[in-house]
């Protein structure tokens, strides 16, 4: 990709940036860890590869922007002191949402910090008037985040001013303000909630994902020989859907992401190694974790087709049908799709090609 464009465009080699969101961002930062030319990367919805590391000796600047509903908010957040420690300069953006693109003034934002970086590594020339409103956007933006009563946020918000634009203005009363607010008990405490959050979330997801064989790399859950893994998912959807609290019902809703995520790639991967049956049971709890997701109900329909269930295959087509937005393309796939030859010919598979 880097030859191509190169061989197509005019690039200057110092302004060479990586994007992705989920996979695609562990795929990003991989190319830039791996080339070491990357100037910045922008991290959507997820942190570095799995099992890597930030490493002083391929440091570029990482803005990571995640919902604050995303199953890789536990991920995403404790990135930024690593990231820090190895030297890199780092921006988090939270936005209110799950696992997904940020917005657009987040991609704006992004752009902007990039090239303040750019800027204060000598790679562009200082613009003055651009470097005085960034800063002052900042500032205002987290003092609103204080005014609002996020302490936790406005505390992490003056840290990286301060560190993104150090060198560049005066960053004194800033740091005052951050070393201010860390000290102050509410925030002390807001940081270890968050961790214990982070803990229960992840307890959560394996209370659902150990009920599936292979499923979980921890070792210290044991499978519930009682309750399925559609159950716990269930009990977890109510939580989810029943939680008064805010920051309790966060922690159900990132939890239940991440045990629906975690159930579709595992029966994906069933799929894959054509282990029919334990695919069913992963695409069955997936349903039950999110059961307006029409991805989750097309694979148990596959998985049930492959498996020869016939009648549970029309019933999960029969919810995909429901849940599918374009008729036409519904209908196409199902006609083409080798899992539901054995069900073609029935008269509820002819019932379900009716595209009105």
């Known amino acids: 990709m880097v030859r191509d464009t190169h061989a197509r465009f005019s690039i200057d080699d110092h302004a060479l940036y990586f994007a992705g969101f989920s996979g695609g961002a562990r795929a990003a930062a991989q190319l830039a860890l791996v080339c070491k030319c990357a100037s910045g990367v922008l991290l959507s919805g ?14 570029f600047a990482v803005f990571s922007a995640v919902g604050e509903l995303d199953f890789n908010f536990q991920e995403v957040v404790p990135l930024q002191e690593k990231l820090e420690q190895a030297g890199y300069p780092r921006w988090l953006y939270q936005f209110e949402g799950p ?48 005014i609002a009563g996020d302490l936790l946020g406005a ?13 560049l203005t005066d960053v004194t009363a800033l740091r005052a303000k951050a070393d201010s607010l860390g000290k102050q008990k509410s925030v002390r405490e807001a940081v270890k909630q968050e961790r214990k959050d982070f803990e229960e979330q992840t307890r959560l997801e394996n209370d659902v994902l150990t009920n599936l064989p292979a499923t979980s790399e921890r070792t210290d859950f ?14 977890l959807r109510v939580l989810a859907e029943q939680g008064k609290r805010t920051d ?57 087709g492959l498996n020869g269930n ?6 999960a087509l029969k919810r995909v049908r429901e849940l599918a937005t374009d008729k036409v393309a519904f209908v196409e796939w199902t006609k083409t799709e080798r899992a539901f030859e054995r069900i073609r010919s029935t008269p509820e598979f002819q019932t379900l090609l009716k595209t009105n």
Request: charged fraction near 25%.
């Open 310 to 315: 016939r009648k549970d295959s029309l019933a």
């Open 99 to 146: 696992h997904q693109w940020a917005p657009a003034e987040a991609m704006e934002l992004a752009l902007a910090w990039f090239r303040v970086q750019a800027m204060k590594a000598k790679r562009q020339p200082k613009d003055a008037a651009f470097l005085t409103a960034q800063f002052s956007q900042a500032v205002a933006h987290a003092n609103s985040t204080e």
């Open 248 to 304: 309790r019902a966060r922690v159900y809703k990132r939890a239940l992401a991440g045990a629906f995520v975690g159930a579709m790639e595992s029966g994906i991967g069933y799929l894959d190694n054509r282990d029919y049956s334990q695919a069913v049971r992963a695409f069955s709890c997936a349903t039950e974790a999110v059961p307006d997701s029409e991805w989750a109900w097309r694979n148990l329909a596959l998985a049930n």
């Open 155 to 167: 505390w992490r918000e003056y840290l990286q001013i301060a560190a993104t634009f150090d060198g």
């Open 46 to 59: 997820v942190g570095f590869p799995i099992n890597a590391t930030p490493s002083r000796d391929a440091a």
């Open 222 to 235: 044991q499978p519930d020989t009682l309750r399925t893994a559609e159950d716990k998912a269930r009990d």
